[in-house]
């Protein structure tokens, strides 16, 4: 009788180790986590070939997203928003001003992918606001950043608007303070007084306006309207939303800004940055988003120094790698997460290498921030979890807080 239940629980982890299932409405959602189905009653209340997986929560059971949905590629597009990014390094560079030039390559790439987005029937409405809003964003980094306690202040009132904008006008609005929230703490990594916070903010808007201007001019040629319909947005009007995450990325945030403060390391920023972008309404979804970003962060850091290692292209030969990036990173951005990271990652590498950083280094920076980051955001993720948890079990729900949200 043993031997025969054993054999049968031995089968029924081999079929379900060969297909994993996934949730319809997970499936459905860009970047969602895939959990398993829970185990046979006969595997959980029994001893198992698999005691380490019987214990682990299922909300944190997720798998590695291999798929690629060409469906979402963005090739017509895609050129028009990389052009502008090598127009700006190339403009810097023949001028003999480097860091002005990487300053507003970073606006342009930045605001290229809000010609992806539709926050109003106004299409460029998107573009604008983002070009506004990092610029300005990128301002008040580099002045508050002088002051610790100024700086956690305006970071915690950014990441409460993430969550606010959000939950009010959709994921599309989100994206847009996300951005200039992304703005704000990679300006933070270079403190200086307000006239170079001035002329940070305008290199970038400067950036930012080229890809306007080009977008504008692609939309004009192919005769596609300025204004469509009204996009559709799914507000998050639960009373989970109204407090909980404006909590979490204010904690988020402060977390990683205060870890990347004591890291000896010229990159830091980045640690903040990937924290908030990683932060996803469950723990699963943010794991999955993790290992993604992380697993693409290290092709992308493997490809950058590669290239460069391998072909030593001169100033002008980079500046095409670079526009010949940009244009993948915009082509793939919905088609896989781990191929845009790993070519947004090789992008912005070879961006930062024009200063004079060597690019291995960049990359090792690169894939330790989102390690990281990555990190801060599920720890908050999971103690706001437990916490939830705790609240519903003392108010006689009995049920698990994170069985409620897979």
Not at 26 to 32: H, Y
Not at 217 to 232: C, K
Not at 345 to 371: D, K, Q, Y
């Amino acid at each position: 009788m043993f031997r025969t239940r054993q054999a049968r629980d031995y089968k029924m982890v081999a079929r379900a180790g060969r297909r994993i299932p996934s949730y319809p409405e997970a499936s459905s959602t860009p970047f969602a986590c895939r959990p398993l189905r829970p185990l046979p009653g006969s595997l959980a209340g029994s001893a198992t070939p698999l005691p380490l997986l019987r214990r682990l929560p299922a909300s944190i059971i997720v798998r590695f997203d291999a798929t690629f949905d060409w469906r979402q590629y963005q090739g017509r597009t895609a050129p028009a928003t990389a052009l502008p990014v090598g127009l700006c390094l190339a403009a810097g560079l023949f001028s003999g001003h480097a860091l002005e030039a990487t300053l507003a390559a970073g606006g342009a790439i930045q605001v290229g992918f809000a010609a992806y987005k539709r926050v109003t029937r106004w299409r460029e409405a998107a573009l604008l606001l983002t070009a506004f809003g990092v610029a300005l964003s990128a301002a008040i980094g580099t002045v508050a950043a002088r002051l610790p306690a100024l700086l956690l202040a305006v970071a915690i009132i950014w990441s409460v608007a993430i969550a606010l904008v959000g939950r009010r006008y959709g994921d599309q609005a989100r994206w847009v303070v996300l951005q200039c929230a992304i703005a704000l703490v990679v300006a933070s990594g270079f403190p200086s007084d307000w006239r170079f916070a001035l002329q940070r903010g305008a290199l970038v808007f400067v950036g930012g306006a080229v890809q306007v201007a080009a977008v504008t001019l692609l939309w004009w040629w192919r005769g596609e309207p300025l204004f469509g319909d009204r996009p559709s947005s799914d507000p998050d009007a639960s009373a989970r939303a109204a407090w909980i995450e404006p909590a979490r990325m204010a904690l988020v945030s402060v977390g990683a800004l205060s870890l990347s403060t004591a890291l000896p390391m010229h990159n830091a920023y980045w640690v903040p940055m990937v924290a908030l972008l990683v932060m996803r309404p469950t723990v699963a979804a943010a794991l999955q988003t993790s290992l993604e970003r992380t697993v693409g962060t290290l092709l992308g850091a493997g490809l950058a120094t590669a290239l460069v290692a391998l072909t030593r292209p001169g100033p002008l030969a980079l500046v095409a790698v670079i526009v010949g990036l940009a244009w993948l990173t915009y082509a793939l951005q919905s088609v896989n997460f781990t191929a845009f990271m790993a070519s947004l990652t090789a992008l912005i590498a070879l961006v930062i290498s024009l200063n004079g950083f060597p690019e291995a280094v960049v990359a090792l920076h690169r894939v330790t921030a989102t390690v990281l980051g990555a990190l801060i955001a599920l720890l908050v993720g999971e103690l706001f979890e437990l916490v939830l948890t705790g609240v519903t079990r003392l108010r006689g729900g009995g049920t698990d807080a994170r069985a409620d949200r897979t």
